[in-house]
């Protein structure tokens, strides 16, 4: 067989030419295999054309949670906006880690985006020692979508009916906060309270919202920061006193309810905050294309209303301004996880 290619080299080039005639190759399928070895690259996705799909939105908390219905709401009219299905999708457990795998994983074409709050994107990567993705090296922020405050709420067992009063207690006994995990943000926000204010509090985790915030109107932990949606129905009844909400201005939903920061402990702030994602390589086109129409959707009154009646505040800011501002948030809840020694598997 050697032989036979030694001889089919040593044939003038009119010879060879004539060979490939024959077994059907011609000389222009010769120059096109030599100039394009590969085979055809498919067609790239355009801003202009996109979408002409389905597009999936990962929500990486159950049925039911605030970043669920959020998520629903927000993919709702997106799909009127964009003219495609957008399928939220849930991918719950491991503190949201498991749908930012999903996402992680995602092909970068604009197809699959993410509803994640602060958690994925601000703490878990400080949090968990074992978190897979960096949320600002791994994935695009497109939008802020909405804020949601915690409040700090007291039993009828605590004798302080404002924050200053609070404060005074607990510079002469200690006291316990309780939350629906560690590393949550009920908690969180106890570790920068009890940092700020120099005080001696015991942070008491529970597997629920409901299951803390039973046993502080039944006088078994004394305070919570818990979520507004979750616990202001129990405030307007009169079961919980609230002293302090944890974002710099009041709440339109408890507008006679100062903020930590105005009551008493200047400086405090915490805000959940709910934001859109896609994989880091998703064309910045395409990145743009979500970006106006995720804005516009959220500058609708009536989305507005849906989120309030949630206890959320639509946002809707650029790619780069949330982008360094989930860079901020990244820096600040590091510095408490560390300083309060919290570590998770």
């Not at 749908?99 to 990567?125: C, E, H, Q, R």
């Not at 200053?164 to 607990?170: F, I, R």
């Not at 206890?311 to 809707?316: C, H, I, N, Y």
């Amino acid at each position: 067989m050697l032989n036979q290619f030694a001889v089919f080299k040593r044939l003038p080039v009119w010879s060879v030419r004539g060979v490939l005639f024959c077994l059907g190759l011609g000389v222009a399928h010769v120059t096109q295999a030599q100039s394009n070895p590969a085979a055809p690259a498919p067609a790239v996705q355009t801003a202009a054309d996109y979408p002409n799909k389905p597009i999936t939105m990962v929500v990486p908390f159950g049925p039911g949670t605030l970043t669920d219905i959020l998520a629903r709401i927000l993919a709702s009219k997106l799909a009127e906006s964009l003219g495609q299905s957008v399928i939220a999708e849930n991918k719950a457990g491991a503190d949201g880690n498991i749908g930012a795998n999903f996402l992680l994983a995602a092909k970068p074409d604009g197809y699959t985006l993410m509803v994640g709050a602060t958690s994925i994107g601000a703490i878990n990567v400080t949090l968990h020692k074992n978190t897979k993705y960096d949320p600002q090296r791994d994935f695009v922020a497109i939008t802020n979508i909405a804020t949601v405050t915690n409040v700090l709420v007291i039993g009828p067992q605590v004798p302080a009916k404002n924050l200053p009063e609070l404060l005074a207690l607990l510079k002469k006994q200690g006291m316990t906060f309780g939350s629906s995990g560690a590393g949550g943000s009920m908690h969180l926000s106890g570790e920068m309270f009890k940092k700020m204010a120099q005080a001696d509090m015991i942070h008491v985790p529970y597997k629920s919202s409901p299951a803390v915030v039973n046993d502080v109107i039944g006088g078994r932990v004394d305070m919570m920061f818990c979520n507004l949606p979750i616990c202001l129905p129990l405030i307007r009844s009169g079961k919980l006193t609230a002293l302090g909400v944890t974002s710099v201005e009041r709440s339109t939903l408890l507008p006679d309810v100062p903020s930590i920061s105005e009551g008493g402990l200047k400086g405090y702030e915490v805000e959940g905050w709910f934001g859109l994602y896609a994989p880091r390589a998703t064309p910045a086109a395409i990145v743009d294309k979500l970006n106006k129409a995720a804005v516009k959707v959220l500058q609708d009154p009536d989305i507005k209303s849906q989120l309030l009646s949630q206890g959320a505040v639509t946002v809707g800011d650029s790619q780069e301004h949330f982008d360094l501002f989930t860079r901020d948030e990244r820096a600040k809840w590091a510095k408490i996880i560390q300083e309060a020694g919290i570590e998770l598997e």
